[in-house]
């Protein structure tokens, strides 16, 4: 007789856009409480969870490769070593989906939170895990987190987690950073800021043959919340009304274009459409599909 499966298969689901193939990849979750969320009292927010039939608010964390023009490309490294053991996962999934480190050769992020950029370099031996990957991000990143002004201003847990962690991790990439304001990045791929949630933070447009995916990074960082009421923001957004303004404006033309649209903290593999509903939105999740 078989044995029964220890554990759960490889997070790994690749969607084409075109010539282009983008690679969801898990790096794991993280359990969290309605404290993350400002503005919607704890009973509301569990009302909502409730009506998603889910019992507990887990904030998923993706990554995304994308294989655009003989580039092999990585939007966002996950957590590392800096959030726990929930999380973390990137190097070993991306392993699972036959992909080592040093293939990569550019490394898109859509702003420097732990959960995004503190995969970039080994935390014990301050090595860069992608060796041979340019660093694109928008300028306003590293001018907000290596800013020591703002950065006195920080809570202590700021400082640590997202200053401190924003300077580490980007230090053996120095030399091969680039940053944008807008714009093509890679072909295919277009910067599109969203600023809000950091000063910096942008999604990506990967157009391709008439085919489009806008991969929106923290738009919304627990869908079941934030879809219905926009409004609701984070306490870890660096401006939660302009996070929940650039989350009305991005809501709306993704609404009204049909577009369809994967982020950082929506459940793997991500990829959904958003559609308008009483006074906000619902989130549409696509169907898992067989061809590539
Ligand atoms: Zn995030």
Same mark, same amino acid.
């Given at each position: 007789m078989k044995l029964s499966p220890r554990q759960q298969i490889a997070p790994i689901y690749h969607r084409r856009i075109g010539d282009i193939v983008v690679t969801a990849v898990s790096d794991g979750t993280l359990e969290r409480t309605h404290e993350m969320m400002l503005g919607v009292p704890a009973d509301e927010a569990r009302m909502h969870l409730a009506a998603a039939c889910r019992s507990s608010f887990v904030l998923s964390i993706n990554a995304f490769l994308i294989r655009s023009g003989g580039r092999l490309a990585l939007i966002e490294t996950g957590s590392g070593d800096y959030l726990?053991?929930?999380?973390?996962h990137l190097i070993a999934n991306l392993a699972a989906a036959? $992909?080592?480190?040093?293939?990569?050769?550019t490394i898109l992020l859509t702003h420097m939170h732990p959960d995004h950029s503190a995969g970039l370099t080994n935390m014990s031996s301050g090595t860069a895990n992608y060796r041979n990957a340019e660093l694109v991000v928008h300028e306003n990143e590293p001018k907000h987190w290596f800013d020591d002004a703002a950065m006195a201003r920080g809570s202590e847990r700021e400082k640590r987690l997202m200053f401190q962690q924003a300077r580490e991790q980007t230090a053996p990439y120095r030399g091969r950073m680039r940053t944008f304001t807008a714009g093509e990045v890679l072909p295919g791929v277009t910067a599109l800021p969203i600023p809000g949630?950091?000063?910096g933070h942008s999604g990506f447009l990967v157009e391709s043959a008439g085919e489009r995916l806008l991969i929106?990074?923290?738009? $919304?960082?627990?869908p079941e919340v934030q879809v219905p009421r926009p409004d609701v923001s984070m306490v870890v957004d660096t401006d939660p009304q302009a996070a929940a303004a650039s989350r009305r404006r991005v809501f709306d033309m993704v609404a009204s274009e049909r577009m369809l649209v994967t982020g950082?903290?929506?459940?793997?593999?991500?990829f959904a459409h958003v559609v308008r509903e009483g006074g906000g939105y619902r989130l549409v999740p696509e169907a898992w599909r067989q061809s590539l």
């Open positions: 726990g053991p929930t999380a973390g036959g $992909v080592s480190p040093e293939e990569i050769d949630h950091t000063p929106w990074g923290d738009v $919304v960082h627990m950082m903290h929506l459940h793997f593999p991500g």
